[in-house]
């Protein structure tokens, strides 16, 4: 039997276990050793490193790039990978290629010919909810492994899209409402466009919790499973365009160990801890977390430390971003001889903007008003004297004013229980609800003579303040109770009381002019649904949902009209009053002719039905002679004209 030889051993002359790495710094011969330490620290992680050659010129200074020789193709792959645009230090940044792709580089003409224009993709306006003729919104409701998104309509609700098993847990949208989320075991699937087709899926198993960033360019997920195989896979960061996995973060549990429902800011932990684990800057360049005794801000799109190290801030408890600027704010603990401080800071220089010493304080909530005008603090005391007993005597409101000089501070002095602060959005008026045991909701005004009372709402039954997003109007409510306040703050009276029994939550419609509530429950829950309200207290809707485990109106993008251009709406509001009348009566026109025409379809269906029917019983009749001797029913054809003049009675 003969055997063949093997051939000669081949060369591999493909070079691809070699990297060339330009960008490093051109040094003196006196510190070639110092450099050529440094490059094999930053290479060595990779592989095992055959041959480093720093390249130098005759002088023997450095030239600024170099050879790395790995063992395997495999280690020269992952150096490549992780050093292509890494930072030495301020001015030098790596690019890093492999040699088998030098002489691509080398060998490229001078002139490249024209590049073929691609045809253009035909991307979905992922907006295209905003074009409805009717500016009517739209809401998805969760129940019994059913998801639907709804178009709202004054009397009625009509469906947009319906699916079975769309998610299998939660579902969330978007900010800027341009994304459904729906969570999956394998990872997060993103919804958009008129038909709402799939635009992208983040793999990430197991995740429980998702954040997007204001702007919706980025996407935070959170798995434990995942954070438990791997240290840094707990929280990843997602470009939200590409589908890349720009970072990936640990999460310490043992300060915070998130299990509240998507888009829930409840998290169980023994310390002060909340979720989102990162909260991000208004316009996406920044997000910051709290440490050990430090704030970590992190940039992107690099997704590393800004000015690569944190801010140490001893005891540091909370941080709050300011919704329009680059403004954070954070406050400490009094420790010793040491007192509470709000610190307002500008990102990125790091600037204190101005620093609040507090005394004989328990504990600080920072609220911000949407518009990034002013800052409240509200910061619990206890007297001097009961310190150590930890008894809350009263309520300061520390009130900054962000845009004027010196940024500074007006206090409000609660004596009296305060259960909830709440700004009206677009203003400069605010909430408090406080009293125990009845409640009581006081508004306050900022003007330039300081803080000003305008009026106080006693003995309501309420837990909570919801403002509409459009300011002016606002609903005091009570879940479990089930009681509605409906109050104008305009003019401050109370227009309208309300209930929904056992009601758990109240949300306002991105416009203002509706607000829902709701009662989330189990398939047996007889009061699981919702309840739709006009902003002055009107019942429009109800509709009763078995099963109901979600409901969410749909976000709207920031308006593109400039305060001038929404003041002279305002203020020209009665132009156009006779026009959104003549549409209202169109629209009970409209919908007064629809009804009418669907109950002419119905009798005209149902008198065939009937007509077929009679015909069947005269054919019946006719054969039941022969059947049997039993005289058939002569009486049958005066039943089927009593029904018919009967039915032709009917108002329709």
Known sequence: VSMAQPGPPQLDTSLANIIVVDGLPKIPASKFDKL?????????????????????????????FAFVEYS??????????????????????????????????????DELP???????????????????????????????????????????????????KWTDTHIQWSPRGSYLATFHREGIALWGGPNFSRKGRFSHPFVRLIDFSPCERYLLTW????????????????????????????????????????????????????????????????????????????????????NKKSIKVKGVKDLAWSPTDNILAYWTPEEGERPAKVVIMSI?????????????????????????????????????????AGKTTFTNFEIFHIREKLIPCDVLEFKEKVDAFNWEPHGNKFSILHGEPTKNVSFYQLQSNGVNLLKKFEKLTATGVHWSPRGQFCVAAAPGA???????????????????????????DPTGRYVVTYVPGRKSSEDAGYYVHSFQGDLLQRHA???????????????????????????????????FEAYDRLYTMRASSELIEKRRKLKAEWASVLAKTADRAKKLAALRPALSSTQVDENIDVLVKEETQILDKLDV
């Open 36 to 64: 050529n330490a440094a490059v094999q620290r930053i290479f060595a992680p990779y592989g095992n490193i055959i041959e480093l050659i720093l390249c130098q010129n005759e002088q023997k200074d450095t030239t600024g």
């Open 72 to 109: 395997t193709v495999q280690e020269a792959a992952a150096a490549l990978k992780d050093r292509n645009g890494f930072a030495m230090d301020a001015k030098h940044t790596l690019v890093v290629t492999l040699m088998s792709e030098f002489d691509k580089f080398v060998n490229t003409p």
């Open 114 to 164: 024209p590049p073929t224009a691609a045809p253009a993709a035909d991307t979905e306006n992922l907006q295209a909810w905003l074009l409805n003729p009717d500016c009517d919104d739209q809401y998805v409701v969760q129940a019994a492994g059913r998801t639907t998104v709804f178009w709202n309509k004054k009397k009625d609700a009509t469906v947009a899209i319906e699916r079975q």
């Open 223 to 306: 798995s434990k499973e995942a954070g438990e195989k791997a240290k840094d896979q707990s929280i990843i960061v997602w470009d939200i365009k590409t589908g890349r996995e720009c970072r990936g973060f640990s999460f310490n549990e043992t300060s915070a160990v998130p299990t509240a429902a998507p888009g829930s800011k409840e998290v169980a932990s023994s310390a002060v801890a909340v979720w989102p684990a990162f909260k991000w800057s208004p316009d996406d360049k920044y997000f910051a977390r709290l440490g050990d005794d430090q704030i970590s801000v992190y940039e992107t799109p690099s997704m590393g430390l800004l």
């Open 348 to 388: 990125p220089d790091r600037t204190e903007l101005t620093v609040k010493n507090l005394y004989n304080v328990k504990e600080c909530k920072m609220y911000w008003q949407d518009k990034g005008d002013y800052l409240c603090v509200s910061v619990e005391r206890v007297a001097k004297k009961s310190k150590d």
């Open 482 to 508: 089930g009681s509605l306040t409906f109050i104008d703050a305009g003019d401050m009276t109370q227009l309208k009381t309300a209930e929904h029994p056992a009601l758990t939550d109240v949300d306002w």
């Open 545 to 579: 949902v078995q099963g109901l485990e979600c409901f969410a109106w749909r976000p709207r993008p920031p308006t593109l009209l400039t305060n001038s251009a929404i003041d002279r709406v305002r203020k020209n509001l009665k132009q156009y009053q006779s026009e």
